[in-house]
Every structure is written in C-alpha cells, then in structure tokens.
C-alpha cells in the first residue's frame, strides 16, 4: 500500500459519524444467537448456557429466515428452587450505563405461555446490581396475572422503580408468537416499547440506574430462578436509550448492528483529503 493509500485508510478507520446517534461504543454486549452465544458487540461477553438452555433449530429465529436461529428456553418455565432454569448467562460491563443514567434493552421474545394458552408465572431477563438489593434491571413479559413489568434500580416493587400495565391487546396477546421489546431508562424518564410503538411512559421520577456487578442473566430473573418459556434473539444491551426511528427499524426486522451508522467524513476532513489528491496529482 503507498503512502496516501496509508493516510486515506488511517483516516477513514479515525473519524465519527456526523450525525450518528447510538454508535458501536454504545452497544455494550449483543447476541444473535445465530449458532452460538458469542457477543457481537465486539466487547467479548460471550454467554454461557445454563441448565438446559440451548441454541435453536436454524430458521427458528425472530424472522425465521435460514441461518437465524434464537436462545431456546424449553417449553416449561422454572417456578420453583428445584425447576431447572434455562437461562443463559455473561459478564457485560455495565459502567458506562451507571455513568450516563441511561440504558436500552432491545430484544424480540417468543413466549410459550405456560402450555396451555395461560401466562407463565416467568421473567425475560435480570442483571443483577450492587446492594442490598440485586433487582439491577429485570422483566416480566408477562407475568401469570398478564401482567407486563420492567424494573429497575430495586428495591421492589414500585413507584420510581418500576413500570407495569396489561399489554395492549389482553393479557394472552404476547404468547406463542414473536414481539418486539425496548426497555429503556434515560436520566429518569422510563419507557416500555413493544413491536415499535410506546406502550408505557413515566416522564420523570424513575430511579437512578444503579452500579452493577455485571452479571447478566437471559432467560431468568436476577437470582437465575423463574426462567421463560420459549425464545429470545437479538439480545442487545445499549449505554444510552434509543430513538424512535431506532426502535421503529428493529421492530420492523433490521438487525441489531445495522442501525449503527457507518462512520462517514467530517468536513475537515473532506477539505483535506481532497488537498491530498490535488498534491498526489501535481506530483
């Protein structure tokens, strides 16, 4: 490679997008679930199954395509302390959430219910935080009273820390199909998205976003106990809340990482480059 091919390549790999608004620093662990529970965040939290937690059959993800599998829960949800609790579980280094006072869940769900057109009595997700309390982040969606909660920030259960509601279309409506979820918090304002429409708000009040310690659990709750039946795919955890058009895309099907803008050249750098090529040229 000559040396103005160097000093285009360098500068391309340097700049940030103009008007990105979450960028590849602000996903701080993503699965796909596509054949494995590495994460593609680029931040090495690769999950580890847990308790008969495994990978689907290919097409049995969120948009059943080939080559899209999900985290397979099994059919039955853990209730109990002597259930096995499918789950899956990785280390994700949550400061930069605490730092912001802001975070997103994004991820699509399958919920089997509990067999026999009823809510499970099972939660989505837990990452567990620093204290007394561990009720880092955690949901139910839904709950057995049909129920849809996100928590966050402890203790349990209300008020600053927690938002619920029955979902739009009934207590049953979120079974034995795939949904869309954002769960997001940003300095005290709390929202629940589903299939890309805001479903729940609380302006201002929520709690603060807690310290954590990083432990993530897919599947189960934050004592790895009242796990889902069902699926999960497209887990991402996000250092700042996502937007509408964000949140619109990933409803709509797009992939996770193809809603981060890929970086383009600021003006000064435009400007230079092209004195770069003008040089290049006279030479």
Not at 19 to 48: E, K, P
Request: hydrophobic fraction near 40%; include cysteine.
């Amino acid at each position: 490679m000559n040396k103005f091919a160097t000093i285009l390549t360098v500068s391309a790999l340097t700049i940030a997008g103009a008007n990105a608004a979450v960028t590849a620093g602000n996903l701080l662990a993503f699965y796909d679930f596509n054949g494995s529970t590495n994460d593609g965040s680029g931040n090495g939290a690769t999950g580890t199954l847990v308790d008969g937690a495994v990978i689907s059959a290919d097409g049995q993800g969120y948009n059943g395509a080939p080559g899209n599998s999900a985290l397979d829960l099994g059919g039955a949800s853990g209730n109990v302390v002597t259930d096995p609790h499918q789950r899956m579980t990785s280390t994700v280094n949550m400061s930069s959430a605490t730092a912001n006072n802001s975070f997103a869940l994004s991820f699509w769900q399958y919920n089997a219910g509990n067999g026999a057109g009823g809510n499970a009595q099972s939660s989505s997700f837990g990452i567990i935080s620093t204290g007394a309390d561990t009720r880092g982040i955690g949901s139910h969606a839904p709950w057995s009273n049909g129920q849809l909660y996100f928590d966050h920030g402890g203790p349990c259960c209300g008020g600053a820390n927690r938002r619920n509601l029955t979902p739009p279309g009934g207590a049953t409506s979120l079974l034995d199909s795939w949904h869309h979820f954002v769960l997001q918090v940003d300095n005290g304002n709390k929202q629940i998205w589903l299939d890309g429409d805001m479903i729940n708000e609380q302006l201002t009040g929520a709690a603060a976003v807690p310290s954590f310690t990083n432990e993530v659990i897919v599947g189960a709750q934050f004592n790895s106990i009242l796990s889902m039946p069902g699926r999960l795919d497209e887990f991402a955890i996000w250092d700042v809340a996502l937007d509408p058009s964000e949140i619109g895309a990933l409803a709509a099907g797009a992939s996770t990482t193809s809603i981060i803008p890929v970086p383009e050249p600021s003006s000064s750098l435009l400007a230079l480059l092209g004195g770069l090529l003008v040089v290049r040229r006279r030479r």
